[in-house]
């Protein structure tokens, strides 16, 4: 263990701006893109959907 | 779902693939999380500090991932789209565009960890180094293809202009794996090599290793995840798709 104490931890020995920057970026991008493809799937499940309804009293 | 027998073969159709990614890809988004867990732990809590660069060498646990996952992400996507050029088969162009935009989160994401990196040790964000410019010429030849997928209107005709620029593209790799070889670069070697012996502490390289692991099956389910809602748009006339909507 390299830390003594909490805000030790967090200051990352001065580079805390660098290292939570990169690991912060790192995981919303990540967290965005499982949102996004999500979103995705759902609008298009919600569409298909729908044409389907549209479809089937047309006929 | 109905279990079936598995027959490999049948896989090539998007219509069975659909099926097998959706059972598939939740199973590496469980084996990324536990993994990024473990890594995160080694890599806040069991890596030592660098004798050089303090804590602030850290960001290496998701700056080389992320890098290494953009240059595999590509040439993945380019054999996809080699192949779909070669024997005319619709889920390979799919699994082409479902491979992209993660390619280029990550191509982003190893710009600016290694920017955020740069600052405290070159003291610039950015230098026109052979190995950041080529690593950037990556980030634009994935946003070029997802440009000129979506400005072709026709997926079929999308997919074989997406794939020669892929293939085209796909030279710019060696030269950002080898430019640190080739060119006198700020940028440091590669850390890991088959050849000779790591040189870094081994917590820090287990650290690192786990952490790729996590990377690639992260980017597996999210490709996995994303081509079914390209198969489901693009066979959407179809009568198995309006099945499995139902």
């Known amino acids: 263990m390299q830390w003594n104490s909490v805000s030790e931890f967090f200051a990352m020995g001065g580079y805390a701006l660098y290292v939570w920057g990169s690991f912060g970026l790192t995981a919303a991008v990540m967290l965005i893109e499982m949102v996004v493809i999500r979103n995705r799937r759902t609008e298009l499940l919600r569409d298909l959907r729908n044409e389907l309804c549209s479809e089937s009293t047309t006929s | ?246």
């Open chain 2, 1 to 246: 779902m109905k279990t079936r027998v598995i027959h490999w073969f049948k896989f090539s159709s998007p219509q069975n693939f659909y099926f097998l990614a959706g059972r598939m890809w939740p199973w590496f988004a469980a084996l990324a999380a536990v993994l990024m867990a473990v890594g995160l732990w080694i890599s806040f809590f069991v890596a030592p500090t660098d004798a050089q660069q303090g804590q602030g060498y850290r960001i290496i646990f998701v700056h080389v991932p992320a890098s290494q996952m953009s240059m595999f992400i590509y040439i993945v996507m380019a054999a996809w789209a080699g192949l779909g050029l070669a024997f005319n088969t619709r889920l390979s162009g799919m699994m082409a565009s479902a491979l992209a935009p993660t390619g280029a989160l990550f191509a982003f994401l190893s710009l600016v960890t290694g920017a955020l990196w740069g600052k405290p040790m070159w003291g610039a964000w950015w230098v026109w180094d052979a190995r950041l410019t080529s690593e950037l010429i990556l980030l634009f030849l994935y946003l070029g293809f997802l440009a000129l997928q979506s400005s072709i209107d026709d997926p079929r005709r999308a997919d074989k202009a997406c794939a020669v620029l892929a293939l085209v593209g796909v030279v710019n790799v060696p030269i950002i794996y080898f430019s640190v070889k080739w060119w006198n670069t700020l940028h440091q070697g590669a850390s890991v090599s088959l050849t000779s012996a790591p040189s870094m502490a081994s917590t820090m390289l287990t650290g690192m290793l786990v952490m790729v692991v996590a990377f690639w099956m992260y980017s597996i389910a999210a490709a996995l995840a994303r081509v079914r809602s390209i198969i489901l748009e693009r066979e959407r006339h179809t009568e198995w798709v309006k099945h499995a909507v139902e």
